[in-house]
Each structure stands twice: as structure tokens, then as C-alpha cells.
């Protein structure tokens, strides 16, 4: 048993050592993202850790911090006299994708069209939290009635992503690149028998830091 341990310890040691011997690099990006569900777009910010294992691929961690607010009208009121105001359902979606991303770079381009384009494939697990707050009102003039609501639920699920993005070099010298990526994000979080379509469209932009 002590021989397979002292295996296993000499090959993550060595295959640590590689890893950490090729180049390295942080992309930091900002931009939004949608919900299906919510049928609305949120902030969305990133921060992908990647191994540039040769020009033309690169591999790493990629986290995101996606904020979705949605409102929803429910009725109205009668505040006074004659003065009518909207109620609303106000909800706010945070979600976190923890996704392995690879990405396929053509640096043979940049002397065509210069900008390097790039393909990224991303699979992972989404952590999501939810949270409603609804009013307890009589719709006038309907007469419906609504109970006070404030319910927090956390959802969870399988996620993957498809990106489509550019790299510029504003210099030969430079040590950053500014980077764009347009793509589709899946994502159906559930809690129990509930499910929440996070899936929808992303667009960001940002800044690639070589590290090494």
C-alpha cells in the first residue's frame, strides 16, 4: 500500500511541476449575461486561471459571479384617493459557475486580421441562490388578494458554456491583451422537484494578464 502512495505522491509531484513550468495567465472580464427563466440579463464577471499549453491551446479554472435582478408587476393599489401605485415581486439571482474551461487559439491570424480569434468549451457545477420578497396587497380592481411572500432557495446543477472570442495586443512589448468572448451558457439548476433555466446568451470584455 505504502508503494502505491509513494507512486502516486512522485507523479502528482512530477505532473504538478509541469503544469506549473508552462506559461500562465489571468483573463478578467465584465459584461452580462441572460436568464431564460427570468427572461432578463444581469451582470456578469469572470476570472479565468489558464495554462498556455502551447500557442494554440490553453486549459484552466474559470469563476463567475452572475447577477440577475427580476421584477415582476403583480397589481396595483389604491394609496390614497384616487392615486393608484404598481406592486411588484422583486427577486434577485446569484449564481456562480465553476466551470474547466479549454480553449483553441489561431495566432496565426493576427498578420491577417489582427486580432487573434479563439474558441473556449467550458463544462462545470453552478451554485445558485434565489430570493423573492412579495407584498401582501388587495389588488383593486380585481379584488384578488396576495399573501406576504419572502422565501431564499438555493439551486444547484450541471453547467457548460460555448464562447466564441477575440484577443488584441496593443504592442510586441505588451504584457496584456484585451480580450472579448461572445457565447451560450447552459445551466438548469434544481431544488428537488424545482428547476431554473439560467441558460441564455453572454457577452464580455476584459483584460489578459500573462503571469509567466
Known amino acids: 500500500?505504502?508503494?502505491?502512495?509513494?507512486?502516486?505522491?512522485?507523479?502528482?509531484?512530477?505532473s504538478t511541476g509541469q503544469l506549473l513550468a508552462v506559461?500562465?495567465?489571468?483573463?478578467?472580464?465584465?459584461?452580462?449575461?441572460?436568464?431564460?427563466?427570468l427572461d432578463n440579463a444581469g451582470l456578469d464577471l469572470s476570472a479565468f486561471y489558464a495554462f498556455e499549453f502551447d500557442p494554440y491551446f490553453a486549459a484552466g479554472i474559470e469563476g463567475t459571479f452572475l447577477w440577475v435582478p427580476w421584477d415582476k408587476k403583480l397589481g396595483t393599489k389604491e394609496t390614497s384617493p384616487g392615486v393608484f401605485v404598481d406592486v411588484v415581486a422583486s427577486s434577485n439571482v446569484f449564481a456562480l459557475p465553476i466551470m474547466f474551461n479549454g480553449q483553441v487559439r489561431l495566432p496565426f491570424l493576427v498578420k491577417k486580421i489582427y486580432v487573434e480569434p479563439n474558441v473556449t468549451f467550458g463544462i462545470g457545477y453552478t451554485p445558485v441562490l434565489l430570493s423573492y420578497n412579495q407584498p401582501a396587497f388587495v389588488d383593486?380592481?380585481?379584488?384578488?388578494?396576495?399573501?406576504?411572500?419572502?422565501?431564499?432557495?438555493?439551486?444547484?446543477?450541471?453547467?457548460?458554456?460555448f464562447l466564441v472570442g477575440v484577443a488584441f495586443?496593443?504592442?510586441?512589448?505588451?504584457?496584456?491583451?484585451?480580450?472579448?468572448?461572445?457565447?451560450y451558457r447552459g445551466l438548469?439548476?434544481?431544488?428537488?422537484?424545482?428547476?431554473?433555466?439560467?441558460?441564455?446568451?453572454?457577452?464580455?470584455?476584459?483584460?489578459?494578464?500573462?503571469?509567466?
Open 169 to 183: 495586443k496593443p504592442s510586441v512589448k505588451s504584457t496584456i491583451r484585451f480580450v472579448g468572448d461572445i457565447g
Open 1 to 14: 500500500m505504502k508503494k502505491y502512495a509513494l507512486i502516486a505522491a512522485v507523479f502528482f509531484t512530477l
Open 23 to 37: 506559461n500562465q495567465e489571468l483573463h478578467c472580464k465584465v459584461g452580462t449575461g441572460y436568464a431564460h427563466d
Open 188 to 212: 438548469n439548476a434544481r431544488h428537488g422537484s424545482e428547476k431554473l433555466k439560467m441558460s441564455g446568451m453572454l457577452f464580455r470584455l476584459g483584460v489578459l494578464f500573462k503571469l509567466k
Open 140 to 161: 383593486q380592481p380585481s379584488g384578488d388578494s396576495y399573501a406576504e411572500k419572502d422565501i431564499i432557495r438555493f439551486f444547484h446543477g450541471f453547467s457548460w458554456q
